[in-house]
């Protein structure tokens, strides 16, 4: 996920915007430069998304004569069309009025102004688009024209729909188009040409998982990508005025797609996959090429970047490292990657932001795992890389742990001897598993409970539109070998988060809103995300599944639990990112042997953290 948003205007003009500690929106000054930082306010419940272009500023009439709406600089903010509505900040769910529309992100209104009439011509002047979906993920959006020094605590404009992925937009010819998966997981889009919005949001279909990258290859060329239900490539495009369909181009998409474009006959797409490694595909202007793999083990999604026909540069953090990694293409060849040192000892928090303003020249936007951010330039020499004087904070990360497991009742006679698995499963990225060996607990010698400190992740990150689970298992085995037992569970862990994912994607292509209950094999169904033990219901199927270590006598399972849901669901979870959630969950014991104790009971707390 990229939580930078960065615009290149004119004259080479850079702006970029990012969420501060309470998820309000900033920019970088382009008056006074790095450190100089404006808050914008709102609070915003997805990273930001901007456009630039160049447009006529409309006049306002103001005592017979023309002017416009802001200081003679021809600088200032315009809040959009009011016929769409204007809420305060901050507005919340209860309060924002129209939830019917799809859930879907958008630009806000193009106006048309200016800076004084010549010539009975209105000069062009550099106009910014800023968008953000709200605590009601509603679309919100604010309009800078020329240059802008100063916070700006206006009313940011409400733009309607209810959203479950970010927001995504592209001004191309004489237009801006936007777009956002909806509460149906199908995708929407809006266009405004001048002063007005097309009235209503228009559906196109499908079922995705991802936010839309948009590519533009020529005022009547717009191809727009995403991640599909089924976490493959779905593409369509536009001249325009018809859209064409959806194509599959396949592939196992972890991160959603990037999409660049060096000229009318080109378009290449770059994506993390399920395996890890950076994959590509391209347009050639006659066929679409097959995957290829370019290797690494990667996080997040790429930055790509291209400042001349038949170059290319891709960034990408290091699955293990946090570091940033970059692929370059170059006459017809990809070189080997490289690692860029960004001048701090801190790793990389998320997926870097690239743009190139001028050929040979890159400018790359880092946030940190310390929420800071840096910016690397490339001067077609080296890189030097500085601090961007901002903090920032990153929507949609977590850490999510078991904190502790109580036994109340022991399995068996005496006491048990346990161990635990954890596993996270974001989207279509690998199952992330950890175990730890418990040891004796319950007895009366022994301690009732155990801090299962190896059992977080940190960090997680979970897109809106994609799916996630997060689950656990305590079982009790004093007699098989302790690696065995460890490895058994690593893989039942394992296939409990395939299973629900797999269910969550059937659910998704069904435009199902909210999931409600997954499904293990076939026939069983548990329902989620209810929190609660699951033991009973899935305790002969965990059975087949650790058949690797030997269970006797009274060994068993004790406590199982899985959470699933889709990321926004996740984010409102936590108050929209504000709040931790702890909750302990009791786990009533299957029917043991007669030979052993009466049937277990378990307490397990597990904790989800914003970060």
Same mark, same amino acid.
């Given at each position: 996920?990229k939580g930078?948003?960065?615009t290149?205007?004119?004259?080479?003009?850079?702006?970029f915007?990012?969420?501060?500690?309470?998820?309000r929106?900033?920019?970088?000054s382009?008056?006074?430069?790095? /450190?100089?930082?404006?808050?914008f306010?709102?609070i915003?419940?997805s990273?930001?998304? @901007?456009?630039?272009s160049?447009?006529?500023?409309?006049?306002?009439?103001?005592?017979?004569?023309?002017?416009?709406?802001?200081?003679?600089?021809?600088? !200032?903010?315009?809040?959009g069309?009011?016929?769409d509505?204007t809420?305060?900040e901050?507005?919340? $769910?209860?309060?924002?009025?129209?939830?019917?529309g799809? !859930?879907?992100?958008?630009h806000g209104?193009? /106006?048309?102004?200016?800076?004084?009439?010549?010539?009975?011509?209105?000069?062009?002047t550099?106009q910014?688009?800023?968008?953000?979906?709200?605590?009601?993920?509603?679309l919100?959006?604010?309009r800078?024209?020329?240059?802008?020094?100063?916070?700006?605590?206006?009313?940011?404009?409400?733009?309607?729909?209810?959203?479950?992925?970010?927001?995504?937009?592209?001004?191309?010819?004489?237009r801006?188009?936007?777009?956002g998966?909806?509460?149906?997981h199908?995708m929407?889009?809006?266009?405004?040409?001048g002063? #007005?919005w097309?009235?209503d949001?228009?559906?196109?279909?499908g079922?995705f998982?991802? @936010?839309?990258?948009?590519v533009?290859?020529?005022?009547?060329q717009?191809?727009?990508?995403?991640?599909?239900?089924?976490?493959?490539?779905r593409?369509?495009q536009?001249?325009?005025?018809?859209?064409?369909?959806?194509?599959n181009?396949?592939?196992?998409?972890a991160?959603?797609?990037?999409a660049?474009?060096?000229?009318?006959?080109?378009?290449?797409?770059?994506?993390?996959f399920?395996?890890?490694a950076?994959?590509?595909l391209w347009?050639d202007?006659?066929?679409?090429?097959?995957?290829?793999?370019?290797?690494?083990?990667y996080?997040?999604?790429?930055?790509?970047a291209?400042?001349?026909?038949g170059r290319?540069?891709?960034?990408?953090?290091?699955?293990?490292?946090?570091?940033?990694?970059?692929?370059q293409?170059?006459?017809?060849?990809?070189?080997?990657?490289?690692?860029?040192?960004?001048?701090s000892?801190? /790793?990389?928090?998320?997926s870097?932001?690239?743009?190139s303003?001028?050929?040979?020249h890159?400018e790359?936007?880092?946030p940190?795992l310390?929420?800071?951010i840096?910016?690397g330039?490339?001067?077609?020499?080296s890189?030097?890389?500085?601090?961007?004087?901002?903090?920032?904070?990153?929507?949609?990360?977590?850490?999510?742990?078991?904190?502790q497991?109580?036994?109340?009742?022991?399995?068996?006679?005496?006491?048990?001897t346990?161990?635990?698995?954890?596993?996270?499963a974001?989207?279509?990225?690998?199952?992330?598993?950890?175990?730890?060996?418990?040891?004796?607990i319950?007895?009366?010698?022994?301690?009732?409970?155990?801090?299962?400190?190896l059992?977080?992740?940190?960090?997680?990150?979970?897109?809106?539109?994609?799916p996630m689970?997060?689950?656990?298992?305590?079982?009790?085995?004093?007699?098989?070998?302790?690696?065995?037992?460890l490895?058994a569970?690593a893989?039942? /862990?394992?296939?409990?988060?395939? $299973?629900? #994912?797999?269910?969550?994607?059937e659910d998704?292509?069904?435009?199902? $809103?909210?999931?409600?209950?997954?499904?293990? &094999?076939?026939?069983?169904?548990?329902s989620?995300?209810?929190?609660?033990?699951?033991?009973?219901?899935?305790?002969?199927?965990?059975?087949?599944?650790l058949?690797?270590?030997?269970?006797?006598?009274?060994d068993?399972?004790?406590?199982?639990?899985?959470? @699933?849901?889709?990321?926004?669901?996740?984010?409102? &979870?936590t108050d929209n990112?504000r709040k931790?959630?702890?909750?302990?969950?009791k786990?009533?014991?299957?029917? #043991?042997?007669?030979?052993?104790?009466?049937n277990?009971?378990y307490?397990v707390?597990?904790?989800?953290?914003?970060?």
């Amino acid at each position: 996920m990229k939580g930078i948003a960065a615009t290149l205007g004119a004259e080479g003009r850079r702006d970029f915007f990012w969420l501060d500690q309470d998820f309000r929106m900033m920019a970088s000054s382009p008056v006074r430069g790095l /450190g100089f930082n404006l808050n914008f306010g709102g609070i915003f419940t997805s990273v930001p998304a @901007a456009v630039a272009s160049m447009a006529s500023r409309a006049p306002v009439i103001s005592g017979g004569a023309f002017t416009t709406d802001s200081a003679d600089t021809g600088s !200032g903010t315009d809040t959009g069309d009011a016929r769409d509505g204007t809420v305060i900040e901050g507005m919340d $769910a209860t309060s924002a009025g129209n939830e019917s529309g799809p !859930g879907s992100i958008a630009h806000g209104p193009v /106006g048309h102004g200016l800076g004084g009439l010549h010539g009975g011509l209105m000069p062009l002047t550099q106009q910014i688009d800023l968008f953000g979906l709200g605590l009601d993920y509603a679309l919100y959006h604010k309009r800078f024209w020329a240059s802008f020094d100063q916070d700006d605590p206006s009313p940011w404009h409400r733009l309607d729909g209810i959203f479950v992925s970010a927001p995504a937009a592209i001004a191309w010819g004489s237009r801006i188009d936007v777009f956002g998966v909806g509460t149906d997981h199908a995708m929407y889009t809006k266009s405004s040409t001048g002063e #007005s919005w097309t009235p209503d949001w228009q559906r196109l279909g499908g079922t995705f998982t991802s @936010a839309a990258s948009l590519v533009s290859r020529g005022p009547k060329q717009l191809d727009l990508f995403a991640r599909g239900a089924d976490f493959t490539l779905r593409g369509n495009q536009t001249e325009g005025t018809t859209w064409f369909g959806w194509q599959n181009h396949g592939g196992s998409l972890a991160s959603p797609p990037v999409a660049v474009s060096w000229g009318p006959d080109r378009i290449d797409v770059f994506a993390i996959f399920k395996d890890g490694a950076l994959w590509h595909l391209w347009w050639d202007d006659q066929i679409w090429n097959e995957w290829e793999s370019l290797g690494g083990n990667y996080t997040g999604e790429p930055a790509a970047a291209s400042w001349s026909p038949g170059r290319l540069d891709v960034f990408v953090v290091g699955a293990l490292d946090r570091g940033l990694h970059h692929h370059q293409f170059s006459g017809d060849t990809w070189s080997l990657p490289e690692s860029l040192g960004i001048g701090s000892q801190e /790793g990389l928090a998320e997926s870097p932001t690239v743009i190139s303003a001028a050929p040979n020249h890159l400018e790359i936007f880092v946030p940190t795992l310390g929420n800071q951010i840096r910016i690397g330039k490339w001067d077609g020499q080296s890189w030097q890389f500085g601090s961007a004087g901002a903090a920032f904070r990153m929507p949609s990360r977590y850490r999510l742990s078991v904190d502790q497991v109580k036994v109340n009742t022991t399995r068996a006679m005496n006491a048990d001897t346990d161990a635990a698995m954890a596993s996270v499963a974001a989207g279509n990225a690998a199952v992330r598993t950890k175990t730890q060996w418990i040891g004796e607990i319950g007895a009366l010698g022994s301690p009732k409970t155990s801090q299962t400190n190896l059992l977080d992740f940190e960090p997680v990150t979970v897109d809106l539109a994609e799916p996630m689970s997060f689950s656990y298992l305590v079982v009790n085995n004093g007699h098989a070998d302790q690696d065995k037992i460890l490895a058994a569970l690593a893989n039942a /862990g394992n296939s409990l988060s395939l $299973a629900g #994912s797999s269910s969550m994607q059937e659910d998704i292509a069904k435009g199902v $809103a909210k999931i409600v209950s997954v499904k293990i &094999l076939a026939a069983l169904s548990i329902s989620v995300p209810v929190v609660g033990s699951i033991l009973g219901e899935i305790e002969s199927w965990l059975m087949d599944k650790l058949t690797a270590a030997v269970f006797e006598s009274c060994d068993g399972v004790v406590a199982v639990e899985l959470r @699933a849901m889709m990321g926004r669901d996740l984010f409102v &979870l936590t108050d929209n990112g504000r709040k931790t959630v702890t909750v302990t969950t009791k786990h009533p014991g299957t029917n #043991s042997p007669t030979v052993c104790g009466a049937n277990s009971e378990y307490e397990v707390t597990w904790s989800i953290k914003p970060l």
